[in-house]
């Protein structure tokens, strides 16, 4: 038992970021300010707005760090373009009256850090009464669509509507800044100006293919875009024509986001069949700031060491090796996660996302 409460690690006094999903989740649409990470949340309740909106006439308080004018900076774009082969009219309409964006500016420079409490941000943003109630809805309303997705992808209906859930709010929030305006203002400001340059280039893409129109093609302010809120390089790798009608819509097509959803997660390592985690009652001793978040051991090991389900009974030894996992910011909760809470995690990284979507889809089903 020692070796489980010795280690010296305490990774999970990191401060949580508020990502692009969080910020999204916790300010419902507000401008739908979302920043890149995985992929944008709406919520059932809302956190401060991470960026005050400037007063009319007020000067910007970030100016751009660019240094060419952007007009010319989009001249370059399109010269580059056209290289690559993208029409000059997909590249005309794209850029078509497109200034700064400087909220967009504004909400790079000022991504919020995390001071939500996990039990917070569990209750009232992730698995809120009302989400869990419309998961259940969505999930029975689109059974059938869902159980042909996970026969072609093998991937858990419950969490695929979660996913969907916490990005968008099943569909209503997909975001409502222009994706090439945004990108390009984030491309042309400078402070992270490759990254968002390969996704303008990405989101051309995605244009010149006709899977969208360009005034249809909304999302977060960092350009997370439709119903999974993809970056557009993401959609490029794992979006998918689930309908067959030769596009690839996770905008206003259903069956593609979700199909896209359970195609990231198949991609990522998802295991069919295996539990995401289970809270769990530790040990007379366990204490926190102790605990050993690294080591996977087999479940029959936690359960020699003291550790009981959360409902206060025996762990179930017949699952997967585990490990121990704490949220961020929390009061004393404590999981044992299974390797599909890591490929939950792989969508968005912080660790309360990963817990909060799986409490939510065994929730939903």
């Not at 300010?33 to 005050?52: E, H, K």
């Not at 967009?104 to 569990?122: F, H, P, S, T």
């Not at 969907?164 to 929030?173: D, S």
């Not at 996660?337 to 089903?365: C, E, F, K, Q, T």
Request: proline share 7%; charged share 20%; net charge positive.
């Amino acid at each position: 038992m020692q070796v489980v409460f010795a280690s010296a690690r305490s990774a999970w006094h990191l401060t949580v970021m508020i990502t692009r999903r969080i910020l999204l989740a916790a300010a419902p649409l507000a401008g739908c300010a979302a920043s890149p990470s995985n992929n944008a949340p709406a919520a059932t309740a809302a956190l401060p707005a991470p960026v005050p909106a400037a007063s009319p006439g007020a000067e910007p308080e970030y100016l751009p760090v660019a240094s060419v004018p952007f007009d010319r900076f989009v001249e370059g774009v399109k010269t580059e373009g056209r290289r690559r082969g993208l029409s000059q009219n997909v590249l005309n309409t794209a850029f078509a009256g497109i200034r700064p964006n400087q909220r967009v500016i504004q909400l790079d420079r000022r991504q919020a850090e995390g001071g939500m409490a996990w039990e917070e941000y569990r209750d009232r943003i992730m698995v809120s009464p009302t989400r869990v109630q419309n998961g259940r809805r969505n999930y029975t309303e689109n059974a059938a669509l869902l159980r042909r997705i996970e026969q072609r992808f093998s991937v858990s209906p419950s969490v695929i509507v979660a996913i969907w859930g916490v990005e968008t709010n099943f569909g209503g929030n997909t975001g409502g800044f222009k994706v090439v305006e945004a990108l390009a203002t984030l491309a042309w400001e400078g402070r992270r100006a490759s990254y968002f340059r390969n996704e303008l280039f990405a989101a051309l893409k995605i244009l010149d293919e006709g899977h969208i129109r360009n005034d249809r093609m909304a999302g977060s302010w960092a350009g997370a875009m439709g119903q999974p809120q993809f970056m557009p390089s993401n959609f490029d790798r794992f979006a998918v024509d689930f309908d067959g009608d030769g596009r690839r819509d996770i905008w206003d097509d259903k069956a593609d986001a979700l199909a896209s959803i359970a195609n990231y997660f198949n991609r990522n390592g998802w295991r069919a069949g295996e539990p995401w985690g289970l809270e769990v009652i530790p040990p007379s001793g366990f204490t926190l700031d102790g605990a050993d978040t690294q080591t996977r051991r087999p479940m029959r090991d936690f359960a020699r060491m003291g550790f009981r389900a959360g409902n206060g009974g025996p762990l179930p030894t017949d699952r997967p090796e585990a490990q121990i996992v704490l949220p961020s910011r929390g009061a004393g909760q404590v999981f044992l996660g299974h390797h599909n809470l890591r490929v939950i995690r792989r969508y968005n990284s912080p660790v309360n996302y990963g817990l909060a979507v799986g409490l939510l889809s065994d929730r939903v089903a």
